[in-house]
Every structure is written in C-alpha cells, then in structure tokens.
C-alpha cells in the first residue's frame, strides 16, 4: 500500500505533513498545534512521531502542545539537538529505520541550517525537505556557506525522478517568477509557472511536486547546465559558482 501522506497549511505559509504508513502516523514539522490537531483528529489518527528537520521556530512551535495531548516521541538531527525541543531520538546522517512502506533514511542537507536534514522514504517514494529544497527554490543560506548548500540539493537531485518533494513553505509562485529571469525560455518552466498561477487562484497548494519536475524547471537544482551557465555568462564557473550566483540573485529579488 502507499503511504497516506496528508499535507497541512500552517501560520501565514508553512507546511506540516502527516505521513501514515505500516508504522503508524508520523507528523513531519510542527509549525503551529491546532491545524494538526484538527487534521488529526478528523482523520481518527494519533501520531506515534514527530519527526524534525531543522531548529527554526516556524517548523517546531507547535511541538510541545503536540507531545502534551498524544504523548508521541519526538525526534530529530542529532547536529541540531542543542537547539530543537527535547528528544527523544537524535538522528544522525545516514540513519535508515522503519518497515514496509515506513522504511525512512536521513539525508543531512546543510546550507539552511547547519543540522538541517530531509526525510526519505524510498520505499513510499516520498522527501520531505522543508527548507532545503523547495518548490522551484531553495531555502536561503543562513548558516552554511552556497558550496554546502548545491552538496545537499546535489544529494537530493540524485533521488528517483519519480519521487515525489514535499517541501516547507508555499513560496512556489515568487519562485516561478525568479526562475523566468534565469531561462525565460524554458518551455517546461513556463508552462509550470501558468500552473501555478491557476492552482492559486483556486487556493491549492504547490509545494509538492515530483522530482522530475523540479530538475527540469528549479534553476537552484539546475545550475550544473551548460544553458544556465551560459544565460548567466559563466561558461567557465563551477557548478558550485554557479549556484551561489543564482541564490545571490534569488536573494535581492
């Protein structure tokens, strides 16, 4: 069977997922209580795990209301522990566990945050990757540096294509509109942003997108093409320049 993945809008953009499988229901980031609390509670769903990306308020506010009502674990990157709410596991890189459909590994994805970590189910065939990547963008680098930043989108580029992202925040329209800037001829990337722009207007999200797409129309994922480089007139850079360029840019947009 799939995974039973419901997504969850929070505070003014943020997202929370459920993730329900062979191993129960897991809440994915918890920006704020009481939309969880509901999507749980019509569903007649009890999370056994919170599960934490990275140390940021916005993805971990809603933790301590969540722990005190169902008395669920929570756990996170073990390179974040002294800044996350207390846990109850700390993850560390490369940590595989779970079955069936449930089977999760942590992939560090530093840039954001030092400690930041996505969520893979292979088997389910599902990231989360709140602030890492995102759709059609990336999160900004506060703490490390734009070489670590394209180390993890590389990371996470290498999935199957057909995996599906499930990023942090409902930022993917102001993307779609930066992204033009960088290939305004990119038919594949103009034919999402029209999507997009329809999926708004009828209040839908558009953070969750397959893999597939994004490598083919998220210039932050695209940075390594010889197309981009020459849009940019960096022929001759690093791909590692090259993503730092495009964030630069993203950055006073």
């Known amino acids: 069977m799939p995974l039973d993945i419901v997504t969850i809008p929070c505070l003014s953009d943020n997202y929370a997922y459920l993730v329900s499988g062979d191993d129960g229901v897991a809440v994915i980031d918890a920006p704020e209580a009481a939309p969880i609390i509901d999507a749980l509670e019509s569903r007649g769903w009890t999370p ?15 933790v301590a209301e969540l722990r005190a009502k169902y008395g669920c674990k929570v756990m996170g990157p073990k390179a974040e522990e002294g800044k996350l709410p207390p846990l109850d596991f700390a993850l560390p890189d490369g940590m595989r566990g779970g079955s069936g459909n449930s089977v999760m590994e942590v992939i560090a994805v530093p840039g954001h945050t030092l400690g930041h970590v996505a ?15 995102m759709a059609l963008g990336c999160g900004r680098v506060f703490e490390g540096t734009p070489e670590m930043m394209w180390e993890s989108l590389s990371k996470l580029a290498a999935l199957p294509p057909e995996t599906m992202v499930y990023s942090g925040h409902e930022y993917t329209a102001s993307n779609a509109r930066f992204a033009l800037t960088i290939e305004p001829d990119n038919a594949d990337l103009i034919s999402r942003s029209e999507e997009i722009a329809a999926a708004n207007a009828a209040g839908q999200p558009t953070a969750q997108v397959p893999l597939s797409l994004e490598l083919a129309t ?17 022929e001759g850079a690093t791909d590692a320049a090259v993503f730092a360029e495009i964030r630069a840019r993203k950055d006073r947009f």
């Open 119 to 133: 969520y893979h189910y292979p088997e389910g065939k599902a990231v989360f990757t709140a602030d890492s990547l």
């Open 48 to 62: 056994g795990v919170i599960m934490l990306t990275h140390h940021h308020h916005d993805h971990v506010g809603g």
């Open 218 to 234: 998220n210039p932050f994922l695209r940075a390594s093409r010889p197309e981009v480089k020459s849009a940019l007139g960096m």
